[in-house]
């Protein structure tokens, strides 16, 4: 008894303390972008300057008007979106169909699926980026869109799949005797039901189109540019201008962290669906 | 209308043949009770015939019409699961409305059958509630109520009293028979209790391994089963079955007698026996009988009491007209 008592009162302690080292470890990255970004790119490097120093809006506004920030951001909007659009309209048929019509095959194709995420991208740099510019593709929406669809759709058919898992077979051929077809199926009673499972594969894959550096920077010059792009273009290699690369990367991050702090709830409890159950 | 016929339908699953040629046809308006053993293919044959499932080979003729490929929501059949399988993000009404909504029915219409069957369902008062709101009796009147207002050609159960408590189940099985008497729409029904079959059906379909053992009103399959497989399923408590000189003597190879056809006396019979367990219902009692001479324990079943305990002696004489002869094959003889 004495010993129970005990450990849990020392974990008690413990939990939260290593918890809270944790979470610090994972943020301080993040506090010290957001705190260089104040500081011109000369008392960046000073260690004098390391905490006190004299905040500035210049990187903001530097990156406002000489780097046509809005261009690249209104490019990662419509990139990410069009993109996480499309790999949930090709992603949610094809998760129903091995959900609820499986075949011998279904695990076989879930594992070739994932297979393609263990091909090294660099390994198919050079004939993409020849493809992409020899179909006239090079630095459009459409490539992107394309390459961010295609190299998020196994994670996505995955997660959509454990999900739809969930739902009793039950619901669905109730529905078929109902009266309804495939796409009502899909519509009416698997879209309502794994609502919050989808949510959160939305958001994942927003983030991760977001994020995406590999291709986005080589793919792209100007037109179809995303924020990966212009951080990637404020990066020298002396590594004098941390205040402005800084700036950079914090309002590249920025619409993102908001959007996942709004739809936190969601995501949570979407990705723990299946723990839980 | 709503006459169904089976012909030369067959279902495997990869390699196992679960049902072998199977030829059958359920009549406009009956009510048919398909039974047998856990695993015997009752739920695959009610599921071919809604197109849940696909046919191996053969076809599934429904009103005269060939509806072997044709998908569920074009089969005009209404089904009711065990699990219920509500739709759980929409409320009754949503649910009961739903495939009235998906046959493009008008919302006046749509009203007007939800009021109706609301009302003959008791459900009234929960049509705003979501299913996870309602008790395990509540969500099978949903289910049913779900299935009645598209007013189907036939209704298909797969055991849908078997979640409920006993008493709500013969509640419930009431209902859904007033509720063919009055619709007069044919309903297959699939179950394995035999009290359920014998009290609603009109016919009762047998299965074993996938196998009809028998076709036949419920009292046809208790006065003259076609094999001892039938005459074991049908009747509480099972036939008692005898083998070796016994049966010689009835010309038979064995012979079967129910526990309701067996004189019990303390004093004079044909068999002797020792009473094992004496279960007293008040209106019934069932007489466990072991030592008999004959091999296993022989039931015997009585209308009202009698005082018997554990460890006396009886003494069990068969009704002779009740007796029932099988030969080598287990089929009937005359
Ligand atoms: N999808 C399937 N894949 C493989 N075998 C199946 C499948 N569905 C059913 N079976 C097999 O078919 C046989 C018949 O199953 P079915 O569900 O029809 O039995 P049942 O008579 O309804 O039994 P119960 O009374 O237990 O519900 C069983 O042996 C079962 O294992
Ligand atoms: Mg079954």
Redesign the pocket.
């Known amino acids: 008894m004495a010993i129970v008592a005990q450990s849990s009162k020392l974990s008690n302690v413990l939990w939260p303390v290593l918890a809270w080292i944790v979470g610090l470890l994972f943020f301080f990255p993040i506090f010290w972008m957001v705190l260089t970004s104040f500081k011109t790119d000369a008392d960046a490097v000073k260690p004098e300057y390391l905490l006190w120093f004299t905040p500035t809006l210049d990187n903001y506004l530097n990156m406002t008007e000489n780097y046509d920030y809005w261009r690249f951001a209104r490019n990662s909007v419509i990139t990410s979106v069009f993109a996480t659009i499309f790999t949930l309209v090709v992603g949610i048929p094809a998760a129903y169909a091995m959900a609820f019509n499986p075949t011998k095959r279904t695990k076989d194709v879930l594992m070739w699926m994932l297979s393609t995420k263990m091909l090294p991208a660099a390994a198919v740099l050079y004939p993409m980026t020849f493809l992409t510019k020899s179909l006239g593709l090079f630095d459009t929406h459409f490539m992107i869109i394309l390459v961010l669809s295609l190299i998020n759709l196994p994670i996505v058919i995955w997660m959509l799949f454990t999900y739809f898992k969930e739902i009793p077979k039950d619901i669905i051929e109730a529905g078929k005797m109902d009266g309804v077809d495939t796409l009502g199926e899909i519509k009416e009673i698997l879209i309502p039901l794994a609502w919050g499972g989808i949510a959160s594969t939305a958001l994942l894959c927003f983030i991760f189109c977001w994020n995406e550096a590999y291709w986005t920077v080589r793919l792209t010059t100007t037109d179809a540019a995303t924020l990966s792009k212009l951080i990637e273009g404020n990066r020298a290699p002396e590594g004098l201008f941390f205040g402005r690369l800084s700036a950079v990367s914090t309002a590249a991050v920025g619409p993102i962290v908001v959007l996942g702090w709004f739809c936190q709830k969601q995501l949570v409890q979407g990705l723990t669906f299946g723990a839980v159950k | 209308m709503g006459r169904i016929q089976l012909e030369n339908v067959t279902k495997s ?2 390699d ?1 043949e ?1 049902i072998p040629p199977l030829n059958l046809t359920i009549e406009d308006g009956e009510f048919a009770v398909f039974v ?12 071919l015939i809604a197109g849940l ?1 696909e046919t191996s080979s053969g076809n599934v003729i429904i009103d005269d019409e060939d509806m072997t490929e044709v998908p569920p929501s074009k089969r005009g059949l209404a089904m009711v699961f065990q699990s219920y399988a509500l739709y759980p993000h929409m409320t009754v009404r949503k649910n009961i409305a739903f495939p009235m909504r998906m046959a493009g029915l008008d919302e006046d219409e749509q009203e007007k059958r939800i009021t109706a069957a609301a009302k003959a369902l008791n459900l009234t008062d929960y049509l705003d509630r979501k299913p996870g709101q309602l008790s395990g009796g509540q969500r099978q009147r949903v289910a049913i109520g779900r299935a009645i207002v598209r007013d189907p050609s036939a209704f298909l159960f ?2 849908p009293l078997s979640n409920l408590d006993a008493a709500l189940r013969v509640g419930m099985r009431l209902e859904i028979s007033e509720m063919h008497n009055r619709m007069q729409t044919t309903m297959i029904y ?1 179950t ?1 209790d035999q009290v359920e079959a014998m009290t609603m059906a009109d016919r009762i379909v047998v ?1 074993q391994a ?1 196998v009809i053992e028998q076709v036949g009103s419920p009292l046809e399959l208790y006065h003259e089963p076609r094999n001892k497989f039938v005459a074991g399923f049908i009747g509480s408590p099972k036939m008692n079955f005898i083998s070796g000189d016994e049966a010689a003597k009835h010309g038979a190879h064995t012979i079967g007698i129910r526990p309701e056809h067996t004189e019990v006396s303390t004093t004079e019979g044909l068999w002797k026996g020792v009473v094992g367990v004496a279960e007293h219902l008040g209106s019934d009692t069932f007489i466990h009988v072991h030592d008999t001479g004959l091999a296993g324990t022989f039931t015997v079943r009585i209308t009202g009491d009698i005082a018997v305990r554990h460890g006396d002696t009886v003494y069990l004489t068969p009704q002779a007209d009740q007796i029932h002869k099988f030969d080598t094959e287990g089929l009937r003889v005359a």
């Not at chain 2, 047998?36 to 599921?47: A, D, E, Q, V, Y």
């Open positions: 699953f990869g196992v679960v047998g053993p856990s695993g015997c293919g009752k739920s695959t044959l009610l599921r499932e797969d055991e699939v394995h299965l996938g």
